[in-house]
């Protein structure tokens, strides 16, 4: 893990408590104008402004692909590493390290499929995390090959005729493991639904997984439009559990159906829905246990009591023990 | 104003100049058409492949969509497949070449040609690994036909070759039909002589069984002892000849050729032609054929009931007798083949012309393709008036307005493009009518005809467009322009990248106009002159602009066009007033021709502006109402209820920046702004200009100062931002160039 900033502007910030959203921008997003990863980041820097979250307890930790680049864009700790294997790594950190706020930034190649079977145990782990799945259905790092989660006929570069097969659900996917305990999903265009979406995840314990349904303006320019155009093609759930509805919105988002978070029945015909997109939290359980707190995060690797009882081992092999009836007896 | 600057004023306004050593060069091109001197270099939609044997939209494909196809086929991607795709790459430039050359071949033998070329160029190895690769790509089966380049021949050839396709499909239905009507027709004669005395015979019954057994039977006795049996059930006399009539009749029709038969004994006389190069001669071919198609008519249903014996001789003979050229129905009309009619313009008389509209009106399968050499025609009236749209536009206006006949306007260069349609025209039941601008100008010898007639189209002169009145009953079912370039703008824009005089690259966004297409024209040189190059200044405009100027300031600007001379040097020529007055007029006739398509119909726009005002209206009641109501309730009741210190308040989605502001001062639409709360933080705006667009707090796009950019750019903003909420209001700086286009474009926005 490498830090973005130095050392000493570190000290200047660690006294301090009123972060702006600019303490936590690092350098300029190099994504294409118009890419849906700017709104998300835009929608984490903002969040974390919010809950004053300090610099140093923060950690990124992404895998490859073009959403993988969100750790160079955070001024905090970050990983930028193995391809799909993001989780696995911000388990290691949070096992390790369970003070620190873990978030994983993850494209739809990276999560759906080299990285899909960490994606299954990590969400069956359900380690206190916040999991960002950016889904623009498109490798657009590797110049528009199809992925997982391409819809059926999409044409691309891999796929000059169409794809063959359905695309795989990452909802669906993720309701169908064991121990999952937060999924939803939001999309770019909707920044205030976005940013409360990832604010409910950031504050709930466990593994929260939010697919986010995004653009890539460079090689999908019109994929989602239907739905960008067309408000109710967008299905919004509300719930006192989850979110809810500001009149301004409901006003452009009439197709608004009151979902209970704890509903996973529903939450799976939600999530199987083909022409809507639904846009909210579709299941939540609060009481899933997390395997940090099942396992215990092992003895510490740093810090006063590592320090005490490195010292005292070592002073140890040089103690003259007081007398025991064992050794009295031979000496 | 300087003088040299007057001096092309005076030019604008009168077309005269001093000394006729200014007047423009007339081996100029527009700057637009520069980087295709040599088209032979380029893969575009010509040559074409007149593919052999091939029905519907098979019929022609482009040489570059065959090599591609059998690319995808034999190529893998990636690396294994770069040398292949190399290979044929090469292969299709050398047969691109001898096309442009003149050969006219065959793709199979062009193929060979320019295989021959290749291998003759290279050494031993270089050779094997072509022959491999060739080998390779023949293996997989290559389509042949004829190869065409874009000339003045080119639409002729195309839509016989297309009609030939059609027909060549007509003629098998109906032939299946006529031969299974003929053989079980004489099935049913045969059955009728076995019953006959001449079939009991003892010679007959010989022949009937075979020369090896002929010494096993006694022909005689068996004669009689069948001779004996009931001769019952046989056909009666007036039914069997009227079999006979039938058969005669489909035997001897001359609509389609039948193969010859077994026996040779058909004797069928030579097929009908169908194709003519002249309206009345095929118009006086068809009513003398009239007869000839209702005796088959008659044959095939007579045929089809008596095949199933439901001919009633006292019901159908007067039936069949009434039948006349009054009981022809379309249905009818389409079992036989369409008659082709091909006419050039030049040659056509105005009796033709008279004959042709006669022809479309009438609702008979003829399809007529007039081609178009010349659609600005001579100058006559005055000095230079243009006959513009007299020869092309009006021929295919007049067709459209006759409602049932089916009309395709296209120059030769969309025609490949077009080739469904023109299937549509020769499959559509009724009259067609095909005008083709062929684009083989004679007095513009430096441009391929290629460029003259994507030209044409690109600076709608003479635009794409299609009528097919079988596509439905309302317009937007029937009529559609949508196959020109940018077909919702005045004049398509492209760009254009040229080195300026310190070797700089310099980038402009350049319109096609009417005066643009005109400007390759020798006959009307004398519209323009050009302007030296110490006079360009900022008081030349672009056609496109100085048509969107108010009177006034057009007083004070010169237009001009961008052309290039033979060395690809840039320069400008002013336009004078005729050439501008043309322009405005073909740009009227465009937008006539857009409203009908269904492109920014004024009609529809109307209603669009009555319904928003009545939202509007209902809008600022509603709000009204609102004030009024918050004015008589308590302020208390509508504050936030506190929240227990520690106790999570209810997170309820608010818009970033506070909305009663908006609410209780409605904005102006006047003024521009951005619903920041839906802001993407997309960067499109703050990319396409800092000073103007910026983010606020939570990173969300906010006007910073209307001023700091031009109307330009605000609507450009708009266009860019992908959730549309970048308001441009009303322009702030009256004087800014193009404002009637960009208020347009804006007005999707406010």
């Given at each position: 893990?490498?830090?973005?900033?130095?050392?000493?502007?570190?000290?200047?910030?660690?006294?301090?408590?009123?972060?702006?959203?600019?303490?936590?921008?690092?350098?300029?997003?190099?994504?294409?104008?118009?890419?849906?990863?700017?709104?998300?980041?835009?929608?984490?820097?903002?969040?974390?402004?919010?809950?004053?979250?300090?610099?140093?307890?923060?950690?990124?930790?992404?895998?490859?692909?073009?959403?993988?680049?969100?750790?160079?864009?955070?001024?905090?700790?970050?990983?930028?590493?193995?391809?799909?294997?993001?989780?696995?790594?911000?388990?290691?950190?949070?096992?390790?390290?369970?003070?620190?706020?873990?978030?994983?930034?993850?494209?739809?190649?990276?999560?759906?499929?080299?990285?899909?079977?960490?994606?299954?145990?990590?969400?069956?782990?359900?380690?206190?995390?916040?999991?960002?799945?950016?889904?623009?259905?498109?490798?657009?790092?590797?110049?528009?090959?199809?992925?997982?989660?391409?819809?059926?006929?999409?044409?691309?570069?891999?796929?000059?005729?169409?794809?063959?097969?359905?695309?795989?659900?990452?909802?669906?996917?993720?309701?169908?493991?064991?121990?999952?305990?937060?999924?939803?999903?939001?999309?770019?265009?909707?920044?205030?639904?976005?940013?409360?979406?990832?604010?409910?995840?950031?504050?709930?314990?466990?593994?929260?997984?939010?697919?986010?349904?995004?653009?890539?303006?460079?090689?999908?320019?019109?994929?989602?439009?239907?739905?960008?155009?067309?408000?109710?093609?967008?299905?919004?759930?509300?719930?006192?559990?989850?979110?809810?509805?500001?009149?301004?919105?409901?006003?452009?988002?009439?197709?608004?159906?009151?979902?209970?978070?704890?509903?996973?029945?529903?939450?799976?015909?939600?999530?199987?829905?083909?022409?809507?997109?639904?846009?909210?939290?579709?299941?939540?359980?609060?009481?899933?246990?997390?395997?940090?707190?099942?396992?215990?995060?092992?003895?510490?690797?740093?810090?006063?009591?590592?320090?005490?009882?490195?010292?005292?081992?070592?002073?140890?092999?040089?103690?003259?023990?007081?007398?025991?009836?064992?050794?009295?007896?031979?000496? | 104003?300087?003088?040299?600057?007057?001096?092309?004023?005076?030019?604008?306004?009168?077309?005269?100049?001093?000394?006729?050593?200014?007047?423009?060069?007339?081996?100029?091109?527009?700057?637009?058409?520069?980087?295709?001197?040599?088209?032979?270099?380029?893969?575009?939609?010509?040559?074409?492949?007149?593919?052999?044997?091939?029905?519907?939209?098979?019929?022609?494909?482009?040489?570059?969509?065959?090599?591609?196809?059998?690319?995808?086929?034999?190529?893998?991607?990636?690396?294994?497949?770069?040398?292949?795709?190399?290979?044929?790459?090469?292969?299709?430039?050398?047969?691109?070449?001898?096309?442009?050359?003149?050969?006219?071949?065959?793709?199979?033998?062009?193929?060979?040609?320019?295989?021959?070329?290749?291998?003759?160029?290279?050494?031993?190895?270089?050779?094997?690994?072509?022959?491999?690769?060739?080998?390779?790509?023949?293996?997989?089966?290559?389509?042949?036909?004829?190869?065409?380049?874009?000339?003045?021949?080119?639409?002729?050839?195309?839509?016989?070759?297309?009609?030939?396709?059609?027909?060549?499909?007509?003629?098998?239905?109906?032939?299946?039909?006529?031969?299974g009507l003929l053989l079980r027709l004489?099935d049913i004669?045969?059955?009728?002589?076995?019953?006959?005395?001449?079939?009991?015979?003892?010679?007959?019954?010989?022949?009937?069984?075979?020369?090896?057994?002929?010494?096993?039977?006694?022909?005689?006795?068996?004669?009689?002892?069948?001779?004996?049996?009931?001769?019952?059930?046989?056909?009666?006399?007036?039914?069997?000849?009227?079999i006979?009539?039938v058969?005669?009749?489909?035997?001897?029709?001359?609509?389609?050729?039948?193969?010859?038969?077994?026996?040779?004994?058909?004797?069928?006389?030579?097929?009908?032609?169908?194709?003519?190069?002249?309206?009345?001669?095929?118009?006086?071919?068809?009513?003398?054929?009239?007869?000839?198609?209702?005796?088959?008519?008659?044959?095939i249903a007579i045929a089809e009931l008596e095949l199933e014996n439901r001919y009633?001789?006292?019901?159908?003979?007067?039936?069949?007798?009434?039948?006349?050229?009054?009981?022809?129905?379309?249905?009818?009309?389409?079992?036989?083949?369409?008659?082709?009619?091909?006419?050039?313009?030049?040659?056509?008389?105005?009796?033709?012309?008279?004959?042709?509209?006669?022809?479309?009106?009438?609702?008979?399968?003829?399809?007529?393709?007039?081609?178009?050499?010349?659609?600005?025609?001579?100058?006559?009236?005055?000095?230079?008036?243009?006959?513009?749209?007299?020869?092309?536009?009006?021929?295919?206006?007049?067709?459209?307005?006759?409602?049932?006949?089916?009309?395709?306007?296209?120059?030769?260069?969309?025609?490949?493009?077009?080739?469904?349609?023109?299937?549509?025209?020769?499959?559509?039941?009724?009259?067609?009518?095909?005008?083709?601008?062929?684009?083989?100008?004679?007095?513009?010898?430096?441009?391929?005809?290629?460029?003259?007639?994507?030209?044409?189209?690109?600076?709608?002169?003479?635009?794409?467009?299609?009528?097919?009145?079988?596509?439905?009953?309302?317009?937007?079912?029937?009529?559609?322009?949508?196959?020109?370039?940018?077909?919702?703008?005045?004049?398509?824009?492209?760009?254009?990248?040229?080195?300026?005089?310190?070797?700089?690259?310099?980038?402009?966004?350049?319109?096609?106009?009417?005066?643009?297409?005109?400007?390759?024209?020798?006959?009307?040189?004398?519209?323009?002159?050009?302007?030296?190059?110490?006079?360009?200044?900022?008081?030349?405009?672009?056609?496109?602009?100085?048509?969107?100027?108010?009177?006034?300031?057009?007083?004070?600007?010169?237009?001009?066009?961008?052309?290039?001379?033979?060395?690809?040097?840039?320069?400008?020529?002013?336009?004078?007033?005729?050439?501008?007055?043309?322009?405005?007029?073909?740009?009227?006739?465009?937008?006539?021709?857009?409203?009908?398509?269904?492109?920014?119909?004024?009609?529809?726009?109307?209603?669009?502006?009555?319904?928003?005002?009545?939202?509007?209206?209902?809008?600022?009641?509603?709000?009204?109402?609102?004030?009024?109501?918050?004015?008589?309730?308590?302020?208390?009741?509508?504050?936030?209820?506190?929240?227990?210190?520690?106790?999570?308040?209810?997170?309820?989605?608010?818009?970033?920046?506070?909305?009663?502001?908006?609410?209780?001062?409605?904005?102006?639409?006047?003024?521009?702004?951005?619903?920041?709360?839906?802001?993407?933080?997309?960067?499109?705006?703050?990319?396409?200009?800092?000073?103007?667009?910026?983010?606020?707090?939570?990173?969300?796009?906010?006007?910073?100062?209307?001023?700091?950019?031009?109307?330009?750019?605000?609507?450009?903003?708009?266009?860019?931002?992908?959730?549309?909420?970048?308001?441009?209001?009303?322009?702030?700086?009256?004087?800014?160039?193009?404002?009637?286009?960009?208020?347009?474009?804006?007005?999707?926005?406010?």
């Open positions: 893990m490498a830090m973005s900033v130095s050392a000493p502007r570190c000290l200047q910030w660690s006294d301090r408590e009123d972060y702006q959203l600019e303490d936590y921008e690092a350098e300029v997003p190099r994504w294409c104008t118009g890419c849906g990863d700017l709104a998300i980041l835009a929608a984490v820097q903002r969040l974390c402004r919010d809950e004053q979250l300090p610099l140093e307890k923060l950690v990124f930790v992404s895998g490859i692909g073009c959403s993988s680049r969100f750790p160079h864009y955070m001024k905090t700790y970050g990983f930028h590493g193995l391809h799909g294997r993001a989780l696995p790594v911000a388990e290691g950190i949070k096992l390790k390290r369970p003070d620190l706020h873990v978030f994983v930034n993850t494209g739809d190649g990276d999560c759906c499929s080299i990285g899909a079977a960490h994606w299954l145990h990590a969400i069956r782990y359900n380690m206190d995390m916040t999991v960002l799945l950016h889904d623009n259905e498109i490798y657009g790092l590797t110049k528009k090959q199809a992925s997982p989660t391409s819809p059926r006929g999409l044409k691309s570069n891999t796929t000059p005729r169409g794809t063959h097969l359905e695309a795989l659900n990452p909802l669906s996917t993720t309701l169908g493991v064991a121990n999952v305990s937060f999924v939803a999903q939001a999309v770019d265009w909707v920044p205030t639904v976005l940013y409360e979406i990832i604010s409910q995840a950031f504050h709930h314990k466990g593994l929260s997984f939010i697919r986010v349904v995004q653009r890539c303006p460079e090689f999908l320019p019109t994929h989602f439009d239907p739905w960008m155009h067309d408000p109710d093609r967008l299905l919004m759930l509300t719930h006192e559990d989850g979110i809810q509805a500001s009149p301004e919105l409901s006003r452009t988002y009439k197709q608004q159906e009151v979902h209970d978070p704890g509903e996973m029945n529903r939450a799976r015909e939600i999530a199987s829905l083909k022409d809507q997109i639904p846009v909210g939290i579709l299941y939540r359980n609060d009481e899933a246990p997390c395997y940090e707190d099942v396992v215990g995060s092992g003895p510490p690797i740093t810090g006063p009591e590592k320090i005490q009882a490195s010292v005292e081992a070592e002073l140890d092999k040089f103690t003259v023990w007081p007398p025991s009836e064992g050794r009295e007896g031979r000496g | 104003m300087s003088a040299g600057l007057r001096a092309l004023v005076r030019f604008h306004l009168t077309g005269e100049m001093e000394g006729d050593d200014r007047r423009a060069d007339s081996r100029l091109r527009s700057a637009l058409l520069a980087p295709y001197r040599d088209l032979s270099q380029l893969r575009y939609d010509y040559p074409l492949v007149l593919v052999e044997g091939s029905a519907g939209g098979g019929f022609v494909r482009s040489l570059s969509s065959v090599v591609d196809a059998v690319l995808r086929e034999i190529a893998p991607e990636g690396g294994q497949g770069e040398r292949l795709r190399k290979h044929l790459l090469r292969l299709e430039a050398a047969m691109r070449a001898l096309v442009a050359e003149g050969v006219e071949a065959t793709l199979s033998e062009l193929w060979r040609l320019a295989e021959h070329e290749l291998l003759s160029q290279c050494d031993e190895e270089a050779a094997g690994q072509l022959r491999e690769s060739f080998g390779q790509a023949e293996a997989a089966g290559l389509v042949d036909g004829r190869v065409i380049d874009c000339d003045d021949g080119t639409p002729s050839q195309l839509f016989q070759h297309a009609w030939d396709a059609v027909q060549h499909e007509r003629s098998r239905r109906a032939l299946e039909e006529i031969e004489s004669l045969k059955a009728d002589f076995q019953k006959s005395e001449e079939a009991k015979a003892p010679k007959n019954l010989r022949r009937s069984v075979g020369i090896r057994f002929e010494e096993s039977f006694d022909f005689e006795a068996l004669s009689r002892v069948l001779k004996t049996s009931s001769s019952e059930g046989s056909l009666s006399e007036s039914r069997r000849e009227r006979r009539s058969l005669s009749v489909l035997e001897s029709q001359r609509f389609f050729a039948l193969p010859t038969d077994a026996e040779g004994t058909r004797d069928q006389a030579a097929p009908h032609s169908f194709v003519f190069d002249s309206c009345t001669r095929a118009w006086e071919v068809f009513r003398e054929r009239v007869p000839e198609m209702l005796e088959l008519l008659k044959a009633r001789e006292s019901e159908h003979d007067a039936l069949f007798g009434r039948f006349g050229e009054t009981s022809l129905t379309p249905e009818d009309l389409a079992r036989f083949p369409s008659y082709l009619i091909r006419l050039h313009d030049k040659d056509c008389e105005e009796r033709e012309k008279a004959r042709l509209i006669d022809v479309l009106s009438s609702g008979l399968p003829l399809k007529i393709l007039v081609q178009t050499s010349d659609i600005l025609g001579k100058p006559s009236l005055g000095d230079g008036q243009f006959a513009l749209g007299v020869r092309g536009m009006q021929l295919a206006s007049m067709a459209v307005g006759l409602n049932s006949c089916f009309v395709l306007q296209s120059p030769s260069s969309d025609l490949y493009q077009m080739r469904d349609r023109i299937l549509g025209g020769l499959t559509y039941p009724g009259p067609a009518l095909f005008s083709v601008f062929t684009g083989a100008v004679e007095n513009a010898p430096d441009l391929p005809p290629y460029l003259e007639a994507a030209s044409a189209v690109q600076s709608r002169a003479f635009p794409v467009l299609a009528y097919d009145p079988g596509a439905g009953g309302d317009w937007a079912s029937r009529f559609e322009v949508t196959g020109n370039s940018q077909a919702e703008a005045d004049w398509p824009v492209h760009s254009f990248s040229y080195e300026d005089a310190d070797l700089q690259r310099v980038s402009e966004e350049i319109a096609f106009t009417f005066a643009d297409f005109v400007a390759s024209d020798r006959r009307y040189a004398g519209h323009f002159a050009p302007i030296p190059r110490e006079d360009w200044d900022e008081s030349l405009i672009p056609v496109r602009e100085y048509l969107g100027l108010a009177e006034e300031e057009a007083a004070r600007a010169v237009p001009y066009v961008s052309v290039v001379d033979e060395n690809d040097i840039l320069q400008k020529l002013v336009v004078d007033q005729k050439l501008i007055r043309a322009t405005r007029r073909c740009a009227e006739m465009w937008r006539g021709l857009q409203e009908l398509g269904g492109i920014q119909n004024s009609h529809a726009l109307n209603l669009l502006e009555r319904e928003r005002e009545t939202w509007e209206h209902e809008r600022e009641r509603e709000l009204d109402e609102l004030r009024e109501q918050a004015l008589r309730e308590p302020r208390a009741a509508v504050a936030p209820p506190a929240t227990a210190a520690g106790e999570a308040a209810p997170l309820v989605m608010q818009p970033s920046e506070p909305e009663t502001d908006t609410e209780t001062e409605p904005r102006s639409s006047d003024e521009p702004y951005i619903e920041t709360p839906r802001c993407t933080t997309c960067d499109e705006c703050t990319v396409l200009n800092s000073r103007m667009f910026a983010y606020d707090e939570n990173k969300q796009a906010h006007i910073v100062d209307p001023t700091a950019g031009t109307y330009r750019e605000l609507v450009e903003a708009a266009e860019a931002c992908q959730v549309c909420i970048i308001h441009p209001g009303k322009p702030m700086n009256p004087d800014e160039p193009g404002l009637d286009e960009l208020t347009r474009r804006a007005e999707a926005f406010n």
